[in-house]
Nanobody, 128 residues
């Protein structure tokens, strides 16, 4: 089993920046994709940034492209999300997740239903 623990959330004003971290432990050898997802009140959980554990290929949701950057540290097995130029609509609970599914179609890499291991989430609140 894998354990994922997020940190780094908080409250900032619009235009500000935050960096989220996700420490991954446990049986991580088979992880193929890791990513960040978010869920705002009353909305469905959405994928915003994912990275392939072997190729470092990344995909972003259009809503965060150019503002958010996903990265990982293989030594500490930590996933990061650097968020810049934050907007009030970025307010949500942010989760990191991982999957061991190897043959994940490109069209599905941002689909939360494809990920089986999840962290507990960290709240991000952006004020205008």
């Amino acid at each position: 089993a894998m354990q994922l623990v997020e940190s780094g959330g908080g409250s900032v004003q619009a235009g500000g920046s935050l960096r989220l971290s996700c420490k991954v432990s446990g049986f991580t050898y088979s992880v193929s994709w890791m990513g960040w997802f978010r869920q705002a009140p009353g909305k469905e959980r959405e994928g915003i940034a994912v990275i392939n554990s072997r190729s470092d290929t990344t995909y972003y949701a259009d809503s965060v492209k150019g503002r958010f950057t996903i990265s990982r540290d293989n030594t500490s097995i930590t996933l990061y999300l650097q968020m810049s130029n934050l907007k009030p609509e970025d307010t949500a609970m942010y989760y990191c997740a991982a999957t061991v599914v190897l043959a994940l179609p490109t069209k599905s890499v941002l689909d939360p239903n494809q990920y089986e291991s999840w962290g507990q989430g960290t709240q991000v609140t952006i004020s205008s």
